[in-house]
């Protein structure tokens, strides 16, 4: 069993029943269990111009592999209604893996932990508040690393 950390986030429609949604089907994954849910906060968004964002984060305790969690990622995105035609746009779902356990991964379909994790406030916010000692491989305790880009 492995703790996953997973990014949520969205910009169009019913944002937060997208992320209600979300929510609940992470917690039905098979071998998973939602450890620890963050509050929504509201974002401004990285990219070109678009809706501000509504974000958390939520720790799973999970038996599927990194690979097996992204899948499972991405097909509830899928199933939500994402479209992904302009990179970094408006979505109305985003689920983002940005750790599971101490794994370290590059491949050409997943690197973990999260490549942009450690810069990302509208990430480490939510994350600190369910883990803020929570070590990012690599990178440090999330308290820390959120303390370094509020300077």
């Known amino acids: 069993m492995s703790v996953a950390a997973i990014g949520l986030g ?13 929510i609940r089907a992470l917690a039905r994954l098979p071998g998973t269990r939602l450890a620890a849910l963050s509050r929504f906060i509201e974002t401004e968004p990285v990219g ?11 720790l799973l305790e999970t038996t599927l592999s990194p690979e097996e969690l992204l899948g499972a990622l ?20 985003d689920l983002d893996l940005l750790t599971h356990g101490t794994s370290k991964r590059r491949s050409a379909h997943l690197i973990l932990p999260h490549p942009e994790l450690h810069r990302r406030a509208f990430v480490l916010e939510p994350l600190a508040e369910i883990a803020p000692g929570l070590r ?4 440090g305790r999330v308290l820390d690393l959120l303390a370094k880009i509020r300077r």
């Open 136 to 139: 990012i491989p690599g990178r």
């Open 74 to 93: 991405l097909g509830i995105e899928a199933a939500l209604g994402r479209i992904r035609d302009v990179p970094r746009g408006p979505r109305c779902i």
């Open 48 to 58: 070109p111009p678009q809706p501000r964002f509504l974000n958390a984060a939520v």
């Open 10 to 22: 969205s910009n169009l429609g019913r944002r937060r029943a997208n992320l209600n949604a979300a």
